[in-house]
């Protein structure tokens, strides 16, 4: 599978998994829904970037700069593991700034499980 049809089969599931989750972190009721919902943006966002400049190394480090402050600001609003979650998603993005495709690729086969660790923080 190509890395944007992988990362458009990424944001599907994400977006499932926010339309069937919902979740409480550390006694503090957390809307996993909200969560996944904007991290699915966020990755749907990187994914049309780097797809529109599959060569531009340029273009690629700064769409994945641009999702990696996105995120950290989404798990900024959440605690627990929610929040770990999302951080670790903000730092496979920050990995890739410098642009290397391979880099990209590499993190677009990590991106469902970043999904995951975000459902099984909401469960």
Known sequence: ???????????????????????????????????????TTIVTEW???????????DAIGEASKTAATKTKELA???????????????DGFASIEGGDL???SEFTGKVSGFQSKIVSACS
């Open 47 to 57: 994914s049309s970037a780097i797809s529109a400049s599959a060569t531009d190394k």
């Open 102 to 104: 391979s880099k990209a």
């Open 1 to 39: 599978m190509t890395p944007p049809r992988r990362l458009a089969a990424v944001a599907a599931t994400l977006t499932l998994a926010a339309l069937t989750t919902a979740c409480g972190a550390f006694g503090q009721a957390v809307d996993c829904n909200s969560a996944a919902q904007e991290a």
């Open 76 to 90: 900024g609003k959440y605690d627990g593991e929610v929040g770990a979650a999302l951080t670790d998603l903000a």
